[in-house]
């Protein structure tokens, strides 16, 4: 497969110096890391908001990074958990004395280097709090987890926790809030076509020309099983009712879709996909609010998408609807 | 090609449906037309903006229509251009007395029917101008136009031109700008992959596994010239030492660029891409002013990139930085 990079060993350097530079400014990149955080961090009385994770899932997660969303964003290197140190030192750059939660999505990995930077800081005397975002119901255990994996539902909690730390929460408040939205949120994907990790050169799965594979993660590991390839009505019908059955969910609530793209997706498509998932949330008496169409969580060049759905209260609706300033969610 | 739709048929209808429906209120659909204008239209004392032309190129146009960028946008089938009826609604939606602002990209059949669709309007007494936009410097002629194609350097036009009638500039300072982007801005594009209409069902050229094409259109036209693939900084050299050479720039002049993705390109890749982009413009001395990275011009899936870059002066850089509220603009 053809990409457009210089050498597999330079993709994460690259790739973290374009993203910076074309932040004109609003990032700045920590020395000797790969961590970005808001150029005017620390930001005095506000709670800080450290999330990272494996690259290839762009723009997740430099790119929640902003006034309302994160402070910080700890890059590894594609599909790989981030160093404890290199946590560690988002941490101490972006905490201004009034705590900093982590957003860690729940990867083996990633649990346990978040986990033990977390360490790192509070030995130093930082008060630190961390949530594992578990919000894919394609499966209970994986590859790469104990539990459901963490996937596209991660940019909710930024959004919302984001929100309460710029509106002056505690950090108390900030990490109940996230709290909030893991417990609320659930998400399922599929692909048509794999992606291909630079270093490895090949597709990290097969699927014939006519089949699709349901229930997909972000990296590219398995889902529940092989379908031919269906409709896009019928494809959306699928995840819906999955995610739906894992959901306490009745008419008229309130609940905040995601129709994410998994990074090789035209637009076209996620559109059309959309149309059907609004119809059909709408035909159930949900009360749609704050949909997001787009690529917000991907996996590399991988074709297919995931459903990402948020019930609502009055609280979440407030937060998710509050502005944020990060480059990949302008809303 | 696996596409995630329902039928070739219902690719144009139901992609119109999905962005209004994504688009939380915002966009209102004009009925028995495939044209979406701002909720608010007509906006009372405001010069309107209206572009549009063959589908395909998610996210324009329709992601340009709100306040500061586009009044509407109206849909033709993929790679088709609207009706001249259809252009001609548009029209009459929008305009508030103030007059209307034709943006179109340079396609024989496009130029054609929004000429024909003003001819209709002027008729009605609407005083209606129109602007081409002709920034791919790859050909001079090509397959669908008399002179160079219409791409990227679009959306710079909308947003210069819009920003400027949200502030309150006459039909003839608007076209002004608009006129003032065109004669600035040059762009050049080329693939890695192709794309395929929905209802052609293969891909409209076809590459060996090693090769890449330099200067392509946005619906698949032939470029300059195949080359085997190459390292992605010698790709942009390539790109950016031809747009140079087409354009008036000296060292210390502030230039906008633009890293367009061609629809399936991942994000990882662009940010490489952007990254020696804005180090090769910088090794020049050109200080880097507004940069944008992503996919804003596409030709469905295809793979591929192109750059665009415009010549900066005190005004556009200023109608630049105005505040746009359209969803694929939100800077």
């Given at each position: 497969m053809k990409k457009l990079i210089n050498s597999c060993e330079c993709v994460l350097e690259e790739m973290i110096e374009g993203t910076l530079k074309a932040s004109d400014g609003a990032l700045r990149r920590l020395s000797s890391t790969n961590v970005l955080v808001r150029a005017d961090a620390p930001v005095k009385g506000k709670v800080a908001l450290v999330s990272g994770g494996g690259s290839g899932h762009?723009?997740?997660?430099?790119?929640?990074?902003?006034?309302?969303?994160?402070?910080?964003?700890?890059?590894?290197e594609v599909f790989t958990s981030p160093t404890p140190d290199q946590v560690y030192q988002a941490i101490k750059a972006v905490d201004s004395g009034s705590g900093t939660l982590l957003i860690v999505k729940n990867y083996t990995g990633d649990v346990m280097n978040f986990e033990m930077a977390k360490?790192?800081?509070?030995?130093?005397?930082?008060?630190?709090?961390?949530?594992v975002v578990n919000d894919d119901v394609a499966v209970e255990?994986?590859?790469?987890?104990?539990?459901r994996r963490g996937i596209c539902g991660t940019?909710?909690?930024?959004?919302?926790?984001?929100?309460?730390?710029d509106m002056g929460g505690s950090l108390a408040e900030v990490k109940a809030v996230a709290e909030k939205v893991i417990a609320g949120v659930?998400?399922?994907?599929?692909?048509?076509?794999?992606?291909v990790v630079p270093a490895n050169g090949k597709p990290n799965f097969t699927l014939a020309d006519d089949e699709i594979e349901i229930g997909i993660g972000i990296h590219g590991e398995p889902g529940t099983h092989r379908e031919k390839i269906k409709s896009a009505d019928?494809?959306?019908?699928?995840?819906?009712?999955?995610?739906l059955a894992d959901m306490d969910l009745r008419a008229d609530d309130e609940v905040a879709p995601i129709l994410n793209g998994m990074g090789g997706t035209p637009?076209?498509?996620?559109?059309?996909?959309?149309?059907?998932?609004?119809?059909?949330?709408?035909?159930?008496?949900?009360?749609?609010v704050h949909p997001l169409v787009g690529n917000y969580m991907t996996s590399i060049e991988m074709k297919g998408f995931s459903i990402t759905l948020l019930k609502l209260d009055e609280e979440l609706k407030e937060l998710l609807g509050y502005k944020s300033y990060a480059p990949a969610m302008r809303v």
């Amino acid at each position: 497969m053809k990409k457009l990079i210089n050498s597999c060993e330079c993709v994460l350097e690259e790739m973290i110096e374009g993203t910076l530079k074309a932040s004109d400014g609003a990032l700045r990149r920590l020395s000797s890391t790969n961590v970005l955080v808001r150029a005017d961090a620390p930001v005095k009385g506000k709670v800080a908001l450290v999330s990272g994770g494996g690259s290839g899932h762009e723009p997740a997660h430099a790119g929640y990074v902003g006034a309302g969303m994160l402070d910080a964003a700890v890059c590894g290197e594609v599909f790989t958990s981030p160093t404890p140190d290199q946590v560690y030192q988002a941490i101490k750059a972006v905490d201004s004395g009034s705590g900093t939660l982590l957003i860690v999505k729940n990867y083996t990995g990633d649990v346990m280097n978040f986990e033990m930077a977390k360490g790192l800081a509070a030995a130093e005397g930082i008060d630190v709090e961390m949530v594992v975002v578990n919000d894919d119901v394609a499966v209970e255990d994986s590859s790469f987890t104990a539990g459901r994996r963490g996937i596209c539902g991660t940019v909710l909690v930024h959004k919302c926790a984001g929100a309460k730390a710029d509106m002056g929460g505690s950090l108390a408040e900030v990490k109940a809030v996230a709290e909030k939205v893991i417990a609320g949120v659930r998400s399922m994907g599929m692909a048509t076509e794999p992606s291909v990790v630079p270093a490895n050169g090949k597709p990290n799965f097969t699927l014939a020309d006519d089949e699709i594979e349901i229930g997909i993660g972000i990296h590219g590991e398995p889902g529940t099983h092989r379908e031919k390839i269906k409709s896009a009505d019928a494809t959306v019908d699928e995840l819906l009712g999955i995610i739906l059955a894992d959901m306490d969910l009745r008419a008229d609530d309130e609940v905040a879709p995601i129709l994410n793209g998994m990074g090789g997706t035209p637009l076209m498509e996620l559109d059309i996909l959309y149309n059907h998932l609004h119809d059909a949330l709408e035909a159930k008496g949900f009360k749609v609010v704050h949909p997001l169409v787009g690529n917000y969580m991907t996996s590399i060049e991988m074709k297919g998408f995931s459903i990402t759905l948020l019930k609502l209260d009055e609280e979440l609706k407030e937060l998710l609807g509050y502005k944020s300033y990060a480059p990949a969610m302008r809303v």
